[in-house]
């Protein structure tokens, strides 16, 4: 325990210091900052530049969605279209469309391959995520498209498809590759 007078001379002693550095502090000498004042003052005054005007957004609408996608491989139609022009394709209308047609083509995804005894099926996701069970013979894409071959890590698809003509048709090769989870 420290005795009562080491206390009361430490008290004094901060009181002495803080006094002395009040006292140091006290000095009415500003000169400096009074001349660096006047010589801010004495500037000319700057001018502020007015706030810039934006024009308004304006939202860009794309017409181009029933086109074809920019990346897809273009379908030489006219050239199919001579190869074919005696042909009879076209899409059957009185076809029940199966669930897959829904989809566009480039939104399905093959997921896998299933085995049981002699019966193969190809593993397809819709873009909802539900898993379907196809083979060939199925219909699947917007575009008419019958899967004729499945293979370990494809599909391949033979679309229908306007040749561009009010009642020409082409059929279209396309393949769905295998995609890693």
Known sequence: ???DFTLSWL???????ALL??????GNDMSDLDAFMAEKR????GVIEPIPTFTAYEAFAYAATAQRAPFDRPVEVRQVARL??????KPD??????FLEQFTLDSL??????ERGESDWTLIRDPQGGIHRVRPGNFLGRDHGKITDMGEVFIAVVEIVSDGTSE??????????????
């Not at 074919?84 to 394709?89: E, W």
């Not at 209308?93 to 199966?98: A, D, G, H, K, V």
């Open 11 to 17: 008290r004094r002693g901060l009181t002495g210091l």
């Open 93 to 98: 209308p009185n076809r029940p469309r199966e």
């Open 168 to 181: 020409g048709w082409v059929e279209r090769p396309r393949t769905i590759e295998l995609t890693a989870p």
């Open 109 to 114: 995804q093959m997921v896998g391959r299933l």
């Open 21 to 26: 550095l009040i006292v140091g502090c006290s």
């Open 42 to 45: 004495a500037r000319p005054g």
């Open 84 to 89: 074919n022009a005696r042909s009879t394709i």
């Open 1 to 3: 325990m420290v005795p």
